[in-house]
């Protein structure tokens, strides 16, 4: 027994209770034998009920500390959600994060915060938004090392010290100094997008303890995000939607104007009207002359009349039909 192998002869043991529930006991040792008799009893039981009052107050103080802090969690999530809401509205997540980045600091403390777009399958990622890292541009593309969260999705990763692992020494976090991260997943319409880099120059400092908080504030940036992507889809389909119709416009002008009177005052309608649909401060027509090397000014409009007539072609343009 390991007591035995520690060179005990004798033992007095007495169990220790808590909520009619026996949680551990006490122990007296002695390397002489017949060290104790019943006599001792009484003592040793005194001294095991006043262990069992102090373990039952430690327990007790952390059961308060837990439910405090746990109150505290609560509440600082509550008043996060309520922040966070309010920047729901916003278009471009970029505009503001540095103030969701601000506001994150009371319930997950990190020193930097990105927004990655996973790529190619999980070999690069495209930082869309950052803070705390420095010098960092918007829409920088930056090799993913592995091992890596991939297009399949991996819902959360934890680093807990950047030393440990050097193929992450090239990339935006590392080079800012930055010793641990904790990276979150993001989600839109089913498919995995990228995630939320939670960064911190001190090693170990993000647990699963935190993943809850983060994953929370991650959903704000989501709906974000996912916000921009339906404006970004609204405003493209609005434009498309103008071209056509200007394009109907433009085809019933050019009908109208092309096939009556001088070239010269015709060509001049149309890029006036072509201006409408493709803004533009000058229109040529070339054509090649025979020797195929120059090309020669058939109509302009809007250019100065010291412009000259005939130019040489480069190769490039010889080139290419």
């Known amino acids: 027994a390991p007591l035995v192998r520690l060179g005990a002869r004798s033992v007095l043991r007495l169990s220790i209770r808590f909520d009619r529930r026996t949680i551990g006991g006490l122990a007296f040792l002695s390397f002489t034998p017949g060290a104790f008799s019943t006599t001792d009893l009484l003592v040793a039981r005194r001294l095991a009920d006043h262990v069992s009052v102090a373990l039952s107050h430690h327990r007790m103080a952390e059961e308060r500390r837990q439910a405090a802090a746990l109150r505290e969690?609560?509440?600082?999530?509550?008043?996060?959600?309520?922040l966070l809401g309010t920047l729901a509205e916003a278009l471009d997540i970029r505009e503001v994060f540095a103030r969701v980045s601000g506001l994150s600091q009371a319930v997950l403390p990190h020193d930097g915060l990105s927004i990655l777009e996973i790529?190619?399958?999980?070999?690069?990622?495209?930082?869309?938004?950052?803070?705390?890292?420095?010098?960092?541009?918007?829409?920088?593309d930056v090799p993913l090392p592995l091992p890596a969260l991939s297009a399949e999705g991996i819902d959360t990763r934890i680093v807990l010290d950047y030393a440990d692992h050097p193929e992450y020494a090239t990339g935006p976090g590392?080079?800012?100094g930055m010793r641990s991260a904790l990276f979150v997943s993001i989600r839109i319409e089913g498919r995995v997008f990228g995630g939320v880099n939670f960064y911190s120059r001190t090693p170990g400092r993000f647990s699963r303890d935190d993943v809850l908080v983060a994953r929370r504030i991650t959903d704000?940036?989501?709906?974000?995000l996912s916000h921009h992507r339906l404006a970004e889809q609204v405003r493209a389909t609005e434009e498309l939607r103008l071209r056509a119709a200007s394009l109907d416009l433009l085809d019933e002008l050019l009908l109208s104007i092309s096939d009556s009177g001088d070239v010269a005052e015709v060509f001049e309608r149309l890029s006036g009207v072509a201006r409408r649909i493709v803004p533009h401060d000058s229109t040529v027509l070339g054509v090649f002359l025979d020797d195929g090397r120059?090309?020669?000014?058939?109509?302009?409009?809007?250019?100065?009349?010291s412009a000259p007539l005939v130019v040489d072609v480069p190769e490039s343009m010889r080139r290419d039909d």
């Open 73 to 82: 969690r609560t509440a600082n999530l509550e008043m996060l959600d309520g």
């Open 119 to 140: 790529l190619d399958g999980g070999t690069r990622a495209r930082v869309h938004a950052s803070h705390g890292l420095g010098d960092l541009d918007d829409y920088v």
């Open 174 to 176: 590392a080079r800012a």
């Open 220 to 224: 704000h940036i989501a709906l974000a």
């Open 294 to 305: 120059r090309l020669r000014r058939y109509v302009s409009s809007g250019l100065d009349a």
